[in-house]
């Protein structure tokens, strides 16, 4: 799936008539930054980036001598300093920086000059007083010297490397003061010993990750711009992103393959100096937020649970959503839809993450998107081009391209597993410091207090439950929850005690039947909501007994202690129906037998045993008190009793 | 391809065509065709194979031998 990367799956296909446009531009007499920018926002292979840089050329020094400017394209100038060969990568950046709406001018010294120009007072880089500088280094010139098994010597030549880089930086405040842009080291693929290369000091991996981090520290301390291209190479794949053949023919530090990619990531940086990233992101709710559209699907039919698989993807989007809230980026919806439909599952919905309080805009109606768009870009007061909008539709995403091509709209692929990654991938939101006016919310506080006690813990299992913060909740079947309940029946096969499936219409009927208990249980914790993954089915026996038809579990929630405490809950409900014994049945099947021990460790007693290996068992409930285990528990919708919430 | 990588459409391509005839082709944008071609083709030409070429002829007898 790499080609979400390489290929820039976020942007359009180049249009077929891609040169036409660019042969009219050249000729044209009016404006021309809009044109140029719509032809920059496809996804361009090397030639056509090539090409369309040619035409920048042409038309900016065309704009320059009859006084014309490239509005709305902002001007900047970077010079690269480079060990390795860039002539390749010079028009690249020249015709992404368009589509990030800079217009940008490189300056390129002679190859392999980095130190002379970087300390010469009136070199060609410094003379040229760029507004920053690209360190576009290659880890094959610096001075690495293996030294292996020597932490003394490897951290030697660490500190060589910073201080270079360093002097590098100090040359260039002195005489020209641009920013410095930081590239990290792509570590090769190949290794000396193999795993032991991350962990030996003075491996060739191991000293490169020790200047990462460091060059990283350095950054962030000193107010300069890092550009992580390791993290890029590491996405794409080391073995891809090296290309040997292609440094032995001509010293390219990367694979061509990824200078499109590497393009955009070095001209997104450069619009986020110049404070051009966008600031909101306004999402589409049917087939975005959620799998399914809710006027027609209803609460209950609209995917959205842990446990299934598109519910998982838009999940994710709502959590890339929600991180990207809580770093600053501001949410609003853009649905064509009712408002009070659209707004349900955001306030009845049990598994939606998003709450109508993280949106800051709502706009649910059955105007255009556009014009919905608008409406929100000047309740906020910001312009359009601060706007990002996540939409599966292709045919909004077309039209608010067209009539609002300020706003960027990425494409996203037809399964929306990849949702989440496109969107990131995209790269809108790019910033290069973040300050503590950035966080919007105390939340985030108090997550990283979270975390930091988390990481503390070294007690034992009990406590590390109680760091958990878990929160589990107990309802009885409803409508909301059929779906999952439903499927959980049907899919359950290790953690379940009797593997009786039901259909939807037998799970509808035992929700109304006054004669039978049901449980539906979810798990919430610090690092999300596990969403429902217990299911009880309780029917009244003879005599005062409760059978139990139906107990299952999800297996991700193995080791909690949840089977305590739904026993807990079971045990509270039979005590106000005046049940006086529980009975339970193991019936062993080729895929159960975790719990064949299910209700000896819960305290039952074993009161049959059949040659099949079937086992029946028995609870007194009076004097029947379980283990108790470290969790908020929240009981609510069961008809006669009082809700509760207590930890 | 020649029109994509040298953006001129006017290049007669000939089997006698070499790097000399055709004003900007220079070492950087000659491996800019090799990879356009590699890539059009879906194949891979190795270092020496690429280091042998003289003309449009030799490229053409490249792809050739490679796609049978």
């Given amino acids: 799936m790499n080609s979400i990367y390489s290929e820039l799956q976020w942007l359009p296909r180049a249009p077929r008539e891609f040169s036409e446009r660019l042969k009219a531009l050249e000729g044209a007499a009016g404006p021309v930054g809009g044109e140029l920018r719509a032809l920059a926002l496809h996804a361009l292979d090397l030639n056509q980036l090539t090409k369309l840089a040619k035409a920048i050329g042409c038309v900016s020094s065309k704009a320059k001598s009859n006084g014309n400017s490239l509005d709305p394209l902002v001007p900047f100038r970077l010079a690269v300093l480079s060990n390795s060969t860039v002539d390749l990568i010079v028009p690249a950046l020249v015709a992404t920086g368009v589509r990030h709406g800079i217009a940008l001018e490189v300056i390129q010294p002679s190859y392999d000059q980095v130190a002379q120009e970087a300390m010469t007072p009136d070199s060609k880089v410094n003379s040229s007083k760029p507004d920053a500088v690209l360190l576009a280094l290659d880890y094959r010139g610096l001075p690495l010297k293996l030294s292996l098994g020597d932490s003394e010597a490897s951290s030697a030549t660490v500190r060589g490397v910073i201080g270079y880089l360093e002097a590098l930086r100090d040359g260039i405040k002195a005489n020209s003061n641009a920013v410095c842009i930081f590239q990290t080291f792509a570590p090769p693929p190949e290794t000396l010993f193999g795993s032991l290369d991350r962990a030996l000091p003075g491996t060739l991996r191991n000293l490169i990750d020790a200047i990462n981090r460091e060059l990283a520290e350095y950054v962030l301390g000193s107010g300069e711009v890092l550009l992580d291209v390791a993290g890029l190479a590491e996405t794409v794949g080391l073995a891809d992103w090296h290309n040997t053949q292609l440094w032995n023919m001509a010293k390219f530090s990367f694979s061509d393959e990824f200078i499109p990619l590497y393009a955009d990531h070095v001209a997104r940086t450069v619009a986020a100096i110049r404070g051009k990233s966008a600031k909101v992101l306004i999402l589409d709710l049917d087939n975005t937020v959620w799998g399914g559209v809710i006027g027609d699907d209803g609460l209950e039919g609209i995917k959205l649970a842990q446990g299934d698989a598109q519910g998982e993807a838009h999940l994710a989007v709502q959590r890339l959503a929600l991180d990207l809230r809580q770093r600053g980026i501001i949410l609003a919806v853009s649905s064509k839809n009712t408002d009070e439909v659209a707004r349900e599952p955001f306030v009845k919905h049990p598994e939606m993450l998003l709450k109508l309080d993280h949106i800051a805009v709502f706009q649910a109606n059955w105007n255009d998107k556009a014009t919905n768009i608008q409406a929100i870009a000047e309740e906020l007061s910001l312009g359009l081009d601060a706007m990002v909008f996540l939409d599966d539709n292709p045919v909004e995403r077309g039209l608010v391209r067209n009539l609002l091509p300020q706003v960027a709209v990425p494409e996203l692929p037809e399964d929306p597993a990849y949702y989440a990654r496109t969107l990131e ?137 949840v089977e ?84 | 391809m020649f029109e994509d990588v040298f953006d001129e459409d006017s290049i007669e391509v000939t089997s006698e065509l070499s790097a000399k005839d055709v004003d900007g082709w220079d070492s950087l944008t000659h491996i800019r065709l090799i990879l356009t071609v590699e890539k059009a083709f ?27």
């Fill in chain 1, 425 to 561: 991938a995209a790269g809108y939101f790019e910033a290069v410091s973040f300050a503590a006016e950035d966080l919007k919310r105390a939340g985030f506080y108090q997550d990283n207090a979270k975390r930091a006690s988390l990481q503390k813990q070294v007690g034992g299992v009990d406590a590390y439950l109680a760091s958990l913060e878990m929160t589990i909740t107990f309802q009885p079947f409803d409508a909301t929850g059929r779906a999952r309940i439903v499927q959980l029946i049907n899919k359950s096969n290790q953690y379940n005690l009797t593997t009786r499936r039901y259909t939807d219409p037998e799970v509808t009927q035992a929700e109304n039947d006054p004669e039978v208990f049901t449980l539906q249980v979810r798990l919430a914790d610090i690092f999300g909501d596990n969403g429902m993954i217990s299911v009880v089915v309780c029917r009244h026996g003879e005599g005062g007994v409760w059978e139990i038809d139906t107990w299952l579990m999800s297996c991700r929630v193995l080791g909690r202690k």
């Fill in chain 1, 564 to 647: 305590h405490m739904v026993l807990r809950e079971i045990l509270d409900h039979a005590r106000a129906a005046g049940v006086s014994k529980l009975r339970g049945t193991y019936r062993p099947t080729d895929r159960n037998e975790l719990v064949i021990d299910h209700y000896a460790k819960l305290g039952f007693m074993k009161v049959d045993e059949e040659d099949s290996g079937l086992t029946r068992w028995e609870l007194l409930v009076e004097g029947a008190d379980p283990q108790s285990a470290p969790m908020k528990v929240v009981s609510r919708g069961f008809v006669g009793a009082v809700e509760k919430s207590h930890a």
């Fill in chain 2, 42 to 68: 879906k194949i891979k030409f190795s270092t020496s194979e690429i280091g042998k070429l003289q003309n449009v002829g030799d490229l053409v007898a490249l792809i050739k031998a490679r796609a049978e």
